[in-house]
C-alpha cells in the first residue's frame, strides 16, 4: 500500500517538472518572438503595411491559439493585440453596415461631434473624448505632446479641462478648410493594404487620413452607471448643476410618484434616470436645456460618429492597460509619453454592480433603455446584458 502511494508521488513529482518545463520553452519562444518582431514595428506606417490574414478574423485570437500562432509566423509585425483591435473595426464596420440600427449609429458630424476631438497637430493625433474612461489621462498626455509641459504628473489638475489654457484645440476651434486640410494633404496609396479596407476610397466621410484618430469605450450600461455616481451623487468635482438644474428637471417628468415636499431632498433615483435615458422622444427636449452636460450619458456615437470618421483604434476601458499601451505604440508616441499607471481592479467590468443599480428599475424600462443603447453595444462587441432583459 505505501509503496502505492510513493509510486504515485513520484509520477505526480515527474508531472509537475514536466509542467514546468513546457511552459518554460514556451514562454521562451514568444519571448524570442516578441524581441525579434514586436520590438522594430513600432512605426504606425510599418504597422498598416501589414496585410491581414482574414481567414482569422471574426474567430477570438484565444480561442484559437494554434492558429494564431501559425499565422503569426507568417504576418511577423501583427502582435496578439493588433488582432484584437482590427476585428473590433471589423465588427464596428459591418454593425455600421446594417439597416436597421442606422439610426443609431449614422450620427451627421455636427459642431457637437467636432467639439469632442482633440487635437495633437505635433504628432499628427485626433482624439475623441468619451466621459468615464480615463480621459483626463488621455487629455494630460496629448497636453504634454503639445509641448506645454514636460511630463504627464506636471499638469495641475485643474487645468486639463481648462480648454482655454491647457492649449489642446478641438477640432471645432479650426476652420473648415483647415479640417480640409487633414482631411486630404496625404495622397493616398490605395495599392498598400491598410487596416481599413481602402476601396472604395470614399471621400465623402471624414476621413482626416493623415491623422491617427482613436477613442475609448466601455461597457454601455456599466458606463451610464458610472456617470449617474458620478455626477448625482457623489460629485467629486463639484459641478452643482447636475444636482441643482438638471436633477430636479427629469425627476420631475420622470418619478412614478412624488410629493413636492421630498422632491429636492430625496435627489435623483437611477430608477428616473433610466426613464428618461430610454425615453426617445420626451428626451429631445430636456437634452437641448440640459446643453453639453448631455455627455455623460449621451451615446458614443452621438460623441464620435464611429461610422462616420474612421478612427484607426477603439480602446475599451476593461482592456485599458493593454490599449492604452498599443495607442501609444501606434500612434508612434510611446517614447515621448508614458500613460499614468491604472490602478488595479479599476476597470474591470463588474456584473454585481450592474444587478444591484438594476435591481429597483421595472424590465420594460430597462428594455427601453436598450434599444436606446443597442448601438452602443453592437458597434463595440458588448454582449446584450440578457440577465437584466428576460
Ligand atoms: C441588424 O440589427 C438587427 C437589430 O439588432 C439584428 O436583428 C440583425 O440581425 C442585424 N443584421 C445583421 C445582418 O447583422
Ligand atoms: C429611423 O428614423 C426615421 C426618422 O426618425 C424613422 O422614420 C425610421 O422608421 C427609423 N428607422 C428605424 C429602422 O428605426
Ligand atoms: C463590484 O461591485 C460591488 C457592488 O458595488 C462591490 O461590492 C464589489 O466589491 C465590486 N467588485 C469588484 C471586484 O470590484
Given at each position: 500500500m505505501r509503496h502505492h502511494w510513493l509510486f504515485l508521488g513520484a509520477c505526480g513529482w515527474v508531472l509537475l517538472i514536466l509542467v514546468f518545463v513546457t511552459k518554460f520553452i514556451s514562454r521562451k519562444a514568444v519571448d524570442e518572438y516578441e524581441e525579434r518582431f514586436g520590438g522594430q514595428s513600432s512605426t504606425t506606417s510599418e504597422l498598416r503595411a501589414v496585410k491581414l490574414p482574414l481567414s482569422t478574423v471574426g474567430k477570438t485570437v484565444s480561442q484559437q491559439p494554434d492558429q494564431w500562432r501559425a499565422q503569426s509566423s507568417a504576418t511577423p509585425a501583427m502582435t496578439e493585440w493588433d488582432f484584437v483591435v482590427e476585428k473590433r473595426l471589423q465588427l464596428l464596420s459591418a454593425v455600421c453596415k446594417n439597416n436597421s440600427l442606422m439610426n443609431l449609429t449614422h450620427i451627421p458630424i455636427s459642431k457637437f461631434v467636432l467639439d469632442r476631438i482633440f487635437v495633437c497637430d505635433k504628432h499628427n493625433i485626433l482624439f475623441c473624448q468619451t466621459p468615464k474612461v480615463g480621459n483626463t489621462q488621455w487629455k494630460k498626455v496629448l497636453i504634454t505632446l503639445n509641448g506645454?509641459?514636460?511630463?504627464?504628473?506636471?499638469?495641475?489638475e485643474n487645468l486639463v479641462h481648462d480648454h482655454e489654457k491647457n492649449g489642446l484645440p478641438r477640432?471645432?476651434?479650426?476652420?473648415p478648410q483647415e479640417i480640409t486640410h487633414r482631411n486630404t494633404t496625404y495622397t493616398y496609396n490605395c495599392e498598400i493594404p491598410r487596416w481599413r479596407e481602402c476601396s472604395p476610397c470614399r471621400t465623402t466621410q471624414l476621413w482626416l487620413k493623415t491623422y491617427f484618430k482613436f477613442f475609448i469605450v466601455r461597457d454601455p450600461f456599466e458606463r451610464l452607471i458610472s456617470a449617474f455616481s458620478d455626477k448625482f451623487i457623489k460629485n467629486p468635482r463639484f459641478e452643482p448643476w447636475y444636482r441643482h438644474n438638471i436633477a430636479p428637471v427629469i425627476i420631475r417628468k420622470y418619478r412614478r410618484s412624488h410629493r413636492d415636499s421630498d422632491l429636492a431632498a430625496a435627489g435623483l433615483h437611477f430608477e428616473d434616470f433610466v426613464r428618461y435615458l430610454g425615453d426617445v422622444e420626451g428626451r429631445r427636449r430636456l437634452d437641448r436645456q440640459f446643453g453639453e452636460h448631455i455627455i455623460h450619458w449621451t451615446t458614443y456615437a452621438e460623441l464620435c460618429a464611429p461610422c462616420d470618421i474612421r478612427y484607426d483604434v477603439i480602446g475599451h476601458h476593461e482592456t485599458l492597460e493593454r490599449d492604452a499601451a498599443h495607442i501609444l505604440k501606434r500612434a508612434a508616441i510611446e517614447r515621448l509619453v508614458s500613460y499614468p499607471s491604472i490602478p488595479p481592479g479599476i476597470t474591470r467590468y463588474n456584473k454585481t454592480k450592474i444587478e444591484r443599480y438594476f435591481s429597483g428599475v421595472s424590465k420594460r424600462d430597462i428594455r427601453r433603455l436598450y434599444v436606446r443603447y443597442q448601438g452602443d453595444f453592437r458597434l463595440f462587441g458588448y454582449p446584450t446584458p440578457d440577465f437584466l432583459l428576460n
Open positions: 506645454a509641459f514636460s511630463g504627464v504628473e506636471e499638469i495641475p477640432l471645432s476651434s479650426m476652420t
